[in-house]
């Protein structure tokens, strides 16, 4: 029981010490952000993909709260 105690802590410390940390950057976008003293901070993510043919606009409006999903 001991061993399999200090087996799941040796684990435990080892992925959250090697967690991967995503920002924008590393999935190719820039952060930007508007802010409005009526409607507060809106933040956007364009990409930095540099062709220069157009493409689609994707507008998604996440209902989740104001934190990013990535």
């Known amino acids: 029981m001991k061993r399999l105690f200090t087996l799941l802590i040796t ?5 959250s010490c090697y967690a991967q940390n995503i920002t924008p950057q590393l999935l190719g976008f820039e952060a930007y952000n508007i802010k409005d003293s009526t409607f507060g901070e809106a933040n956007y993510y364009l ?6 043919t157009k493409k689609p ?4 409006l996440d209902g989740s709260g104001a ?3 990535f």
């Open 57 to 60: 606009l994707l507008v998604y």
């Open 11 to 15: 684990l435990g410390i080892y992925s």
């Open 67 to 69: 934190f990013p999903l």
């Open 47 to 52: 990409s930095t993909d540099s062709t220069d």
